[in-house]
């Protein structure tokens, strides 16, 4: 059984930024979902084997997916964060191609990391 291992989540005041890191990767598709209390999980972004990628509208130009594969790590960079982007940010993997609303299609899951942006 594959685990996934997110790092990287904390406490930051509004405007801040956090970078999210997810080991291992190397999937065909990579994804950052995110569930705030009393809320759905939504999906954030997700990176494909192609490089291609997929973001939630709330969060581009905000965050940044990108993977090293040396590293076999996936990174979340969250610039200009808001409090509404606090959340439970977990990492997702997929063998096969993924789309970042069909967050059940993921194989495999790490155990989250928390993020608070405080006003």
């Known amino acids: 059984q594959v685990q996934l291992v997110e790092s990287g989540g904390g406490s930051v005041q509004a405007g801040g930024s956090l970078r999210l890191s997810c080991a291992p990767s190397g999937y065909y598709c990579m994804g950052w979902f995110r569930q705030a209390p009393g809320k759905e999980r939504e999906g954030v972004a997700v990176i494909r084997v192609t490089g291609s990628t997929t973001y939630a509208d709330s969060v581009k130009g905000r965050f940044t997916i990108s993977q090293d594969n040396a590293k076999k790590t996936v990174y979340l960079q969250m610039n200009s964060l808001k409090p509404e982007d606090t959340a439970m940010y977990y990492c997702?993997?997929?063998?096969?191609?993924?789309?970042?609303?069909?967050?059940?299609?993921?194989?495999?899951w790490g155990q989250g990391t928390q993020v608070t942006v405080s006003s």
């Open positions: 997702a993997a997929r063998r096969g191609y993924c789309y970042i609303s069909r967050s059940t299609d993921f194989e495999y």
